[in-house]
Every structure is written in C-alpha cells, then in structure tokens.
C-alpha cells in the first residue's frame, strides 16, 4: 500500500496544478450528477468530463496492485467491492453522456501532466 498522506505532491495535485496552467475550468472533489451518489476527482462541467484518479493499490492496478498476506480474504472483497463500483459509475456516467477519463495513479508520474491534461482536453480517449 502506498502511504499518500502526508505527502507533498499527490498525483491529484500535480494534475490540479496542470489543468489550472491549462486554464481549464473544473471542480474537485465533486459530484457530476446530482442523482448518482458518485464524486469525481475533477468534474469538467462545461465539457462533460470527469477524471477519477485512481490509487493503484485500492483499484487494484495491474502493474502495483499486490494482494496482501494478512486478512487476504477480507482485502480481496474489499478491494473488488472498490472495483465493482467503479465500472458501475462509469457506467452510470457514460449513460448520462459524461466522458470518464481514469487514470492510475502511477501514470501521473509517468507522463508529464501536460499530456495528461490534453487528453482530458481533446475527445480522444487516451493519450
Ligand atoms: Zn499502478
């Protein structure tokens, strides 16, 4: 598990940071649709975007993602229970004609946040 608290930088804040350069207007932390009970990292209203930011370990990424040894079982409903949810949203969204843009958490760092925010920016799905 990767301990984010505390940490200067969170990957929602590089990108935060990023989208503002960009000039884009958004929200955090916020709920696109008032009838889903459902909160996206950032919700682009005016473009119908909205990102999630996915932490690898509790959306089990499949590059960081590693089962724990201790409670293993009660962690691999928890963690399904998470993923579960997040195609259900998704889906949930796209219905209602949203964009959802997921990214993992490791690929904030892997690419620059510029190229992450044009892909939020253009209609293309992914960078
Ligand atoms: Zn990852």
Not at 70 to 86: G, L, Q
């Amino acid at each position: 598990m990767q301990a984010n608290v505390g940490r200067e930088t969170s990957p929602e804040q590089v990108l935060r940071r990023a989208l503002r350069r960009a000039r884009a207007r958004f929200e955090c932390d916020a709920r696109p649709e008032p009838s889903l009970r459902c909160k996206a990292d950032f919700v682009l209203r005016g473009r119908r975007v909205c990102v999630f930011v996915d932490g690898c370990w509790w959306h089990r990424c499949p590059t960081h993602f590693r089962p724990p040894k201790a409670n293993a079982r009660w962690w691999k409903e928890k963690i399904s229970a998470n993923v579960d949810r997040d195609r259900r949203q998704t889906a949930a969204l796209v219905e209602r004609r949203w964009r959802v843009v997921r990214l993992w958490e490791h690929e904030i760092g892997t690419t620059t946040p510029e190229r992450v925010v044009s892909m939020i920016l253009a209609k293309q799905e992914r960078p």
